[in-house]
């Protein structure tokens, strides 16, 4: 595929939601009408392009995100599929990490959702431009006004709808363009792509839409100095020029178009593509990407041009069984060409580039080069990994990373047969490689090999990936919870390694302290020394021995966080003193300290939310109850109750089940993580009795 597009008609956008929003058949529907398929893919009947894993059709869920390329009205769209499922979040992360633009898809019964608030966060970190589409118009219960209610007020946004819809629920038949002032039906016909035919407003609409038309245009002027003159002087304001000021405020993130419509029946997707031509950014668009230069420590920029350096980012690394190691890459600036050498900044150390590949889900295209804001892959980085820099040698920078959640639930594993030992590590490994947020280590203690992840639907896909991908048949135990230790008050304590064993000795001395920090801030480390107590060339050790102390802690051996451990004292030997020797009196010492420290068991809490009939609302509140849940807030919509509440991992085993039964099956939740918060005693002690 050549490329013969100029930048500004590039656009990068993903497509992000809340599970069952209805992401994936949007996007099938969009390559549909932009010519890439010719064969409209279905979620339900396992069908999908961009849903290309087996796992991901039997399931009906999106578990990896997928990239595409797709054309329409003279502009290149490169798209990002991404999962809705809180388990899969840091496929969300590292698109939006890339992204200039987002179209946020909302289910126009259940308006926004705990995941729609996820990502609408994730977004609002990387400060990326979106419009919505409100999905589902013909299902019944759908209300237009009442998600724009919602994404007003749970999101705090400033949605500025663009169309008005014609019918609702099974009588949604078409739109109005509330800037172009023109009504488009789009005409049934057996479910087949369905013709739009335009028309003038209906009669009985032009009140409401004249009313809507004048609040559009006064929320778009208030973005815009020359237009606010204008309107409060009573002049015409065009079309054109309503489009224009609403891009600028869209790119400023001060508004959100919002377009309506049913991707099932093929009704509003082109409105929807002309916003995204519209609205959203192309790669010029969006500042010049920031980063520091390694040399001087200095910030560094480069303008999205092909005759600049090069500079890129690896957002996500594939394991392929017939092309081995594919790296997602976005070119931020230069341009890079097959086979080429580069530099990789974050591990100082040159890389060759390979094959270069544009991807249609798990289809590829060659091409001989990407350049400045493109999205593509290689074949061919070895040392490559998610979130580090590929640039030039001669002009290296490296670009921020990507943060991705902490796991909160693990698994032992274990291979069936000898013959699955070697494999299951080879399996691990890559799955590792591929996926940030799914850690593997070995437990010295118990022997067992543990894995974790976000959740127990991600530990399951894993663990069914492993066989299919890898063959290699395993044991995996039962889900336990990743509980943390912190501590509730300063201590200090000395460490202090002495061996005198013949010849040279062991002489190691420090006298440290430990503080609580916030939540959420990890762990920090101070070298308080004065007057050479502990020789500059030994402090490094001092905090590898106090970061290896925080591994396991002093209750029930789960990692220590939120803590500052600070060196203040100490003493050496100059013959017998070692590295060895002042790590472990660090560790000592650290211990000793986090024992006097008040040490306390923190544990995850989960955001849950709860769609549940009235009549079971008793019943679902009493369950909740029963497991330390902490009601937030409920609201009713007609006979629907909604039920947000806090709830401790531990207790969510088994809710599923428990849910259906309780309710008969018409009741459903979402879950994420929210936060850790410390277990009461009672708790603790039969956390602990069930460790042993």
Not at 53 to 67: D, F, H, K, L, S
Not at 136 to 161: C, H
Not at 167 to 182: C, N, Q, Y
Not at 430 to 442: H, I, M
Request: charge should be negative; proline fraction near 5%.
């Amino acid at each position: 595929m050549v490329e013969t597009y100029p930048l500004e008609h590039v656009r990068n956008i993903g497509f992000i939601a809340h599970i069952d929003a209805g992401k994936t058949t949007v996007t099938e529907r969009v390559l549909f009408f932009a010519g890439r398929t010719y064969k409209l893919g279905n979620v339900d009947e396992g069908t999908a392009v961009m849903d290309w894993m087996a796992q991901e059709r039997e399931r009906g869920i999106t578990i990896t995100a997928a990239a595409t390329t797709c054309f329409w009205k003279d502009h290149q769209i490169n798209v990002i599929d991404t999962p809705g499922h809180v388990d899969f979040t840091a496929e969300v992360e590292r698109s939006l990490r890339v992204l200039d633009g987002g179209v946020v898809v909302f289910d126009a019964v259940a308006g926004v959702q705990p995941q729609s608030e996820t990502v609408w966060r994730q977004a609002d970190r990387y400060r990326v431009p979106r419009i919505c589409f409100v999905n589902k118009m013909d299902r019944t219960g759908a209300d237009f006004f009442r998600t724009l209610e919602s994404i007003r007020r749970r999101l705090k946004a400033t949605p500025v709808p663009v169309q008005y819809p014609i019918g609702a629920e099974a009588g949604f038949r078409g739109v109005v363009d509330l800037i172009e002032d023109k009504a488009y039906i789009y005409a049934e016909n057996g479910g087949t792509p369905t013709a739009v035919r335009e028309e003038p407003v209906p009669s009985e609409l032009r009140a409401e839409v004249g009313k809507l038309h004048e609040a559009l245009v006064e929320r778009v002027a208030e973005q815009d100095g020359d237009l606010l003159v204008r309107y409060l002087e009573g002049e015409e304001i065009s079309p054109e020029e309503l489009k224009r000021a609403l891009r600028r405020a869209t790119l400023a993130n001060l508004a959100v178009p919002v377009v309506c419509g049913s991707a099932l029946k093929n009704k509003g997707v082109q409105a929807l593509l002309d916003a995204v031509v519209d609205y959203l950014p192309s790669p010029l668009d969006v500042p010049p990407v920031e980063g520091v230069d390694p040399k001087s420590g200095g910030t560094a920029t480069r303008e999205p041009r092909d005759d600049v350096p090069l500079a890129a980012l690896a957002f996500k690394v594939v394991t392929d069984p017939y092309v081995g190691r594919v790296v997602y890459i976005r070119v931020y600036s230069g341009k890079v060409n097959a086979g080429a050498s580069v530099y990789n900044a974050t591990k100082g150390v040159r890389e060759r580039m390979g094959r270069l590949i544009r991807l249609h889900a798990n289809q590829r295209e060659e091409v001989e080069e990407l350049g400045a804001g493109h999205i593509g892959a290689a074949v061919g980085l070895k040392n490559t990994f998610t979130g580090e820099t590929i640039c030039d040698e001669r002009a290296p920078i490296l670009l921020e990373s990507i943060k991705f959640p902490e796991p909160v639930l693990f698994v032992a594993i274990e291979p069936r047969t000898r013959a699955d030992q070697d494999k299951l590590t080879d399996a691990l490994i890559k799955l590792a490689e591929e996926d940030p947020t799914f850690r593997v280590r070995y437990d010295q203690e118990t022997g067992q090999t543990v894995m974790a992840g976000m959740g127990e639907l991600h530990l399951e896909v894993l663990v069914e990936r492993m066989r299919r991908e890898f063959g290699v048949e395993a044991r995996v135990g039962r889900p336990m919870v990743a509980y943390r230790e912190a501590i509730t008050r300063p201590a200090r304590a000395e460490g202090r390694f002495v061996r005198q064993t013949g010849g040279r000795g062991q002489y190691g001395h420090c006298i440290l302290t430990v503080e609580p920090q916030e939540r959420g801030s990890g762990f920090r480390f101070v070298d308080k020394t004065t007057g050479g107590s502990i020789p500059r060339n030994f402090i490094s050790a001092v905090e590898a021995g106090a970061k290896e102390a925080m591994e396991n802690g002093v209750l029930r051996g789960y990692p220590v966080v939120d803590v500052q451990v600070m060196v203040v004292d100490g003493s050496y030997h100059p013959v017998d003193s070692s590295e060895m020797a002042f790590k472990i009196a660090a560790s000592m010492g650290a211990k000793d300290a986090l024992r006097a420290a008040g040490p306390v068991l923190l544990e995850p809490i989960m955001s849950l939310q709860v769609i549940t009939p009235g009549e079971y609302l008793g019943d679902v509140l009493g369950d909740l109850n029963a497991r330390r849940a902490r009601i937030r807030q409920m609201e009713g919509h007609a006979d629907t109750q909604v039920v947000e509440t806090e709830i401790p991992l531990a207790e969510t085993f088994g809710y599923a089940t428990s849910l259906r039964s309780l309710t008969q099956g018409r009741a459903t939740y979402s879950m994420e993580f929210h936060h850790y918060e410390e277990v009461s005693q009672t708790i603790a002690q039969g956390i602990q009795s069930r460790s042993r």
